[in-house]
């Protein structure tokens, strides 16, 4: 089980989150400037307490009074850090806000502009899990990570920078004492990507298998598939917890080993100042000074690390948001349909490019004609209606409707033309009215009243705000609701793909009589699952195993006694 969607490269994300940062260059460039005031404001404490202990220790001239004002002194630089780091983090919060809502519009607009052959075959688990967990998990990196790496960067640098220029020996013997830091971070790094991209994967991978649970569970139930389905979702749960497991190892090793590491510096420097003080070289108080500096290390090296662990759950997640780029984005579509004929040409569609589902398939279907497509499961008839309905592009060959390739219409002109029908259609969590209007954006109430009474929605009169209530429908009413926006998009031929077939016969009946009236002046392709279906049409395709076999009319090919013509004899012997 793997996510077929591309993930972007780590050169990718480190350019992306540049121009990230580019695009609100000045809070980046505010957040460097206060928060190195304050860094600086925190250095002077430290500076006056050294300077205390020492006034302690020489004892000469008025102790007190010069102590009392050192002290002073230390109290206002803290209020002054205190407020400049609050400040800091004021403008690194609204800067995390704007680039996370940028990342997110990014997102939205990238996955909008995928034409419909690609998003439908996009993993639908791995796409939500992309614009959901990932996204939130970028964004809550980059409104909190930038901030706090930056103050911890800042400070940490000038705490480094103060320890050197108080007493250049106890500054070196600190930083000697960091490689075990910079070595556990490295140990880690190298290891991080891969398991933390594995981990998103996996998450993706059984947000995938659960959303198709819940999607198909009436199909499941039918089908009597519940042991198969909770096998593959255990499967789906035992790779996410693998997956979980590494990234869990490598914080086991990560933190014990950098809490030793921090806090070597400290045991450094109190080691080698103390024998520098024993030998007069240096005074108690730079002693203190220094440690001081050093243990206040801890604070943004401890931030840091912690940030190192969770940037490499966010790097992963930043790539893959930012792969999505990597699928080629809808072309804007200028062609134009003139006339309403279909025609297949020599279409031959691979989903996965090993195998043909369709091959060499000819068809003309003439404005007017009520054609229905037979044959066995996965002999192709929904494949060739999503040719047809311009969903997916044939591979070789062509479908077009009054000469014009169907995929190269451009999805309002589409509309006009052909619409597809099948269970699969959805009610948006808005009003009445703006889930019709995307059939039609410019009609009219009295358009929408119309069109509901064409399909007999008569549940529109119980509705408390009339086209202003919000939705809240059952099968019947939902499918009804599609076949509204069918009538308002007025296209002159309807594609009608299991339309009905899983629905109970109460609601069947009624999506039936609904499906009547709308059918009625159109061109209509139609799988027919019934043979009466077919009986009635004015012809006949019958697909075999990916190939058109017979074409006729209901009498020409009972007399030709070809496949169809057993099928009939058949059903109509039982009947
Ligand atoms: N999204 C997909 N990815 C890969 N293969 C697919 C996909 N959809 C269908 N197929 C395969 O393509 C072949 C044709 O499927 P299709 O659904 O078009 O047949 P069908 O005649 O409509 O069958 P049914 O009556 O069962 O719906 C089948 O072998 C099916 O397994």
Known sequence: MSSQMPVAGPAEVRAAAVRD???????????????????????????????????????????????????????????????????????????????????????????????????????????????STD????????????????????????????????????????????????????????????????????????AGVIASNAKGARTIELLGLEERRTEVSEVGIAEARTARLGALWLRTVLFPWSEIALALPVVGVLLVGGALYANDLVTLGVVVTATVYLRQLVGPLDTLMLWIEQLQGAGASYARVEGLADIPAAEPQQAKAVGDRIQVDNAHFSYTGARDVLSGIDLVVQPGERLAIVGTSGAGKSTLARLMAGLDRPHTGSVTIGGTPVVELPPDQLREH??????????????????????????????????????????????????????????????????????????????????????????ARQTEQSLAAVLHGRTVIAIAHRLQTAHDADRIAVMEAGRLVELGTHDELVTANGTYGRLWRTWHAQA
């Open 418 to 507: 052909v619409v597809l029908i099948t269970q699969d259609h959805h009610v948006f969590h808005d009003s009445l009215r703006d889930n019709l209007l995307i059939a039609k954006p410019t009609a009219t109430d009295e358009d929408l009243y119309g069109a509901l009474s064409a399909v007999g929605a008569d549940w529109l009169d119980d509705l408390p705000d009339g086209l202003d209530s919000e939705l809240d429908l059952d099968d019947a009413s939902a499918q009804q609701l599609s076949l509204a926006r069918v009538v308002l998009a007025d296209p002159h031929t309807l594609i009608l793909d299991e339309a009905t077939a899983l629905l109970d016969p109460k609601t």
């Open 21 to 131: 940062l580019k695009a609100d260059r000045w809070a980046v460039v505010g957040l460097v400037l206060v928060n190195g005031l304050a860094a600086a404001a925190g250095l002077v404490g430290p500076l006056l307490l050294g300077r205390i202990i020492d006034t302690i220790q020489a004892g000469s001239g008025n102790v007190l009074s010069a102590v009392d004002r050192l002290a002073f002194g230390a109290l206002v630089f803290t209020v002054v850090q205190t407020v400049l780091s609050w400040w800091a983090l004021k403008i690194g919060y609204r800067f995390g806000e704007r680039t996370a809502a940028r990342v997110r519009e990014r997102f939205l607009k990238r996955t909008l502009a995928l034409p419909p052959r690609v998003a439908d075959h996009l993993p639908a688990g791995d796409l939500i899990a992309r614009g």
């Open 135 to 206: 996204a939130s998990l970028v964004a809550l990196t980059l409104r909190s990570a930038v901030p706090e790496i930056l103050v911890a960067v800042v400070h940490a640098l000038f705490l480094i920078v103060a320890v050197l220029v108080l007493d250049p020996r106890l500054g070196l013997c600190g930083l000697v004492c960091l490689i075990g830091v910079a070595g556990a971070v490295r140990w880690y790094v190298r290891r991080a990507r891969p398991v933390y991209l594995a981990v998103a994967a996996a998450g993706a991978e059984l």
